[in-house]
Structure formats: structure tokens, C-alpha cells
């Protein structure tokens, strides 16, 4: 049920408004000041108002300004009994919904009513999926407890903060787009653009055109205006991932958005100006990148203001547990699998591991023995075969490698099985082979 509050020092008034509101289905409450009226507005989930202009101990008009400012979800309608433009035209800018004169326009407040309950229904939404966003992007989104992460996170959230560029470093696969999210997501530039790029995707050229932009007839190809990344990420946040890829020259021109806050797209002559924050990656050491002369040292001295190490994952096994079972949770819902727990040999297996591919890996390990289980638990023999136990029974059946092209076709069986929900015609279909073929494939990879 939608709340309506109604602040009006007239009590004939304030009930006469409560009981038609309260006609049309809404809860209705009252207060006779502005002082009473923000009192209730901090206890109840008020949706709209109906203020009165003149109020005992305040305008209307202004206290329409002091409850958008600590209720923005609120909407506003005023009451006058003598409209004015002057007043008419401070209520809206100081945003409110609507602003009518008592007694001409009665017959419009259940229909003013109607839209700002839809309006202020639409801002609760809109936050709410903001709060979701942040949620998904923050910090939390960091799966793991061990010392050396969690002084990388404390670092991350100081940083956050400021406007500083960060250069985040670590091997690949350490999740270092994550972090770089997350110190978007808890700055002061949230609500604006966060722009990813990975510089090792693109040539020079390329590369300059998708930061930078270009324009039309700038080079074969280039049909039409296009703008950049740095453009799109104007007030909010660029992430340059694996930036010791870039070329020399285009380090220069990255430099100068450092140093002066402007570029030059290819094609024109004059600097375009913008507001963005630089994040940065990289699993190299760009100490020796600058010694081989792959690397300008200004530009190294301008990214490394703020260095963030992000650990391997063999240097915290004690997170690979929480991690196995994020992922576990993460595919059993994502294939529609009730595989719900990890055996003990399963899990040592994975603590064993040096894991050179980092989380990256760990996650494809994950997905790969979801995808070929058959029971609620993970078990060693749905590991690849150079993370299996090495004393294996010699008359256990053969493991098929992730290399060979039978897995392949196991794992495409398993999909397509999981998406038909089991329907063995239709997999069968689907694959574009018999249902005789399909049920000995079945029983030739122990599938069900």
C-alpha cells in the first residue's frame, strides 16, 4: 500500500483530503507543521506529499527543498490557496511534483497523486538497481580471506576514495578488473562510466582509434565519426588493462592525458578536454620494460603513484576452498545442476595445485567437473588428468584429456543435455545425430 502524507495546519482540510485519498486505497497521514511533517517523514515510508504553502512554522516552498535533499525517493505536490507564479515556479525547482490551488484544482489531486506515486515507485526501483549494481561491482565481489588479499582490499577501498591513478600489478588471472570495478564502484565517480580496455586486444592503430577516437575520412575505413573511450568515460573511470602491451608512441599521447586532461582525436587538430580517472594493469615488470626501452619511464612514474600487488593464488591456497565453493554455487545454478558439496580428495587435489593460470583457472576447473558430473559431489576422477591423483588404480577406466576430442564431445553432450532438461530426443535432435548414436555415446562416457 502507498503512503501519503499530508502537512496542513487546517484539520477540516486534513481530514477532508484524508478520507478521499484513503478512498482511493492509500494510507494516509498527518501533521499539522513542517516539523511534525519531516518527524514522520523519518519513521514512515511516505511515498508523496501534500504540503501546504503556508505552514506555521515554514514555507512550504522551501521545506519542498529540505525534503528532496533528505528524501529524494519523496515526491512533492503543493497546496496554495492563492496560486502565484513566483511561488509556482521556486516549488518546482525546488523539486516538487506539482504545485495547485486549493479548491480550483481539487479534482486533479487523485490523478496528480496517481503519476507521483508511479514516479517515486520508479526512483525506489532505479535505487534499488543501483544498490544491486554496487553490490555486484564492490568490494564483496572479492572472494577470499588470507592476509596478503585482504591487505591488497584495504588498500584498494583508501584509494577508492581519491582520484589518484592506481596501477594494480600481478600475474594474469589474479583478478585484477575486479579490484580495478570495485575501486570505480566505491569512488566518487559511480555513477558515471566504467570503461575497460585490454591494450594487448589491438594494434597501434587500433588501439589509438578505440581510446582516443577519430574522425570520418581520418583513414581507409574510417566511414564515419566514432568516439572514443576516454570520451565515454568522460567524469567516470578508464581501466587500461595490460597497458606494458602498448606502443611507445601511443604511450606519449597517454601521457599528455595525464599531464594536461586532453587528446587529439586521429584526424583533428583540436584538443578534446575530459574528466576521467586512470586505472591500470599489468603482469609485466615494467621496471625492466623501461630498461629494454619498451616502457617510457615519465609515463611509468605517472601510473605508479599508487601501486596495488594483487598475490597469486599458490601464495593464499588457504582461499582456494572459498573460491571452489563460489564457483560451485556459480555453475550448479548456472547449468541447472544439483551438484551441491566437494570431496575431501577433490579439494586436496585443488590445494596441491600451483595453479599458474591463478582464479582464471581455478574457475575453469570448477565449471569443467560441474559440467561432467553425475552426482552431488565433485570427486577426483572429474579433474583434469594432470590434477589427478597420481596413484590411481590401474583398473580404473581411462580419463579422457581435456585435450582429446572425445572430451570435447562429452562436455558438448553434457550441455546440451543439461539444456534440454534430459530430454534425450530432443539432445538428439539438437545434435543433429540418432537417438540410437546418442544413448551409446551415453553409456560410452558414463552419462546419464
Request: net charge neutral; charged share 25%; hydrophobic share 45%.
Amino acid at each position: 500500500m502507498k503512503t501519503v502524507l499530508i502537512i496542513d495546519d487546517e484539520e477540516k482540510l486534513r481530514a477532508l483530503l484524508t478520507r478521499i485519498i484513503s478512498l482511493e486505497g492509500f494510507e494516509v497521514l498527518g501533521a499539522g507543521d513542517g516539523k511534525t511533517g519531516l518527524a514522520m517523514l523519518k519513521q514512515a515510508d511516505v511515498d508523496v506529499v501534500l504540503c501546504d504553502v503556508k505552514l506555521p512554522d515554514a514555507s512550504g516552498v522551501e521545506l519542498a527543498a529540505t525534503i528532496k535533499e533528505r528524501f529524494p525517493q519523496v515526491e512533492i505536490i503543493l497546496l496554495t490557496a492563492y496560486g502565484n507564479i513566483p511561488d509556482s515556479v521556486q516549488a518546482i525547482k525546488n523539486g516538487a511534483f506539482d504545485y495547485i490551488t486549493k479548491g480550483d484544482d481539487n479534482s486533479r489531486i487523485i490523478p496528480l497523486l496517481y503519476r507521483a506515486v508511479e514516479k517515486a515507485a520508479l526512483a525506489k526501483r532505479v535505487r534499488q538497481l543501483e544498490k544491486q549494481l554496487g553490490e555486484r561491482y564492490s568490494f564483496a565481489r572479492v572472494v577470499g580471506q588470507s592476509a596478503s588479499l585482504m591487505q591488497a582490499v584495504d588498500l584498494a577501498r583508501r584509494v577508492a576514495q581519491t582520484d589518484t591513478t592506481v596501477l594494480l600489478t600481478g600475474e594474469t588471472g589474479t583478478g585484477k578488473e575486479v579490484f580495478a570495478q570495485a575501486i570505480h564502484q566505491e569512488s566518487a565517480r559511480r555513477t558515471h562510466n566504467f570503461v575497460a580496455i585490454n591494450c594487448s586486444a589491438f594494434g597501434k592503430e587500433m588501439l589509438e582509434s578505440e581510446m582516443f577516437g577519430h574522425r570520418a575520412g581520418a583513414f581507409t575505413g574510417a566511414i564515419k565519426d566514432h568516439k572514443g573511450l576516454f570520451d565515454e568515460a568522460n567524469r567516470g573511470t578508464i581501466f587500461l588493462d595490460e597497458i606494458g602491451e602498448m606502443a611507445l608512441e601511443l604511450q606519449a599521447k597517454l601521457l599528455r592525458v595525464l599531464e594536461t586532461g586532453e587528446f587529439i582525436r586521429i584526424g583533428e587538430s583540436k584538443p578534446t578536454r575530459v574528466d576521467v580517472r586512470i586505472l591500470a594493469a599489468t603482469h609485466r615488470d615494467l621496471r625492466h620494460e623501461i630498461e629494454a626501452g619498451h616502457f617510457r619511464e615519465d609515463l611509468f612514474y605517472r601510473i605508479s603513484v599508487f601501486q596495488i600487488r594483487l598475490p597469486a593464488l599458490r601464495e593464499r591456497t588457504e582461499d582456494v576452498a572459498q573460491l571452489a565453493a563460489h564457483f560451485l554455487d556459480l555453475f550448479s545454478a548456472k547449468t541447472n545442476k544439483k551438484v551441491t558439496a566437494i570431496s575431501g580428495d577433490f579439494l586436496k587435489a585443488l590445494q596441491n595445485h600451483p595453479w599458474n593460470g591463478n582464479i582464471r583457472e581455478l574457475k575453469n576447473v570448477i565449471e569443467r567437473a560441474v559440467i561432467l558430473s553425475n552426482s552431488p559431489e565433485l570427486t577426483p576422477d572429474l579433474l583434469p588428468v594432470d590434477m589427478q591423483p597420481a596413484l590411481a588404480s590401474a583398473s580404473a577406466p581411462r580419463q579422457l584429456s581435456a585435450f582429446e576430442l572425445a572430451s570435447a564431445e562429452k562436455i558438448h553432450i553434457q550441455k546440451v543435455l543439461n539444456y534440454t532438461q534430459g530430454n534425450k530426443t530432443k539432445t538428439a535432435e539438437l545434435l543433429g545425430i540418432a537417438l540410437t548414436t546418442l544413448y551409446r555415446k551415453l553409456a560410452e562416457y558414463r552419462l546419464s
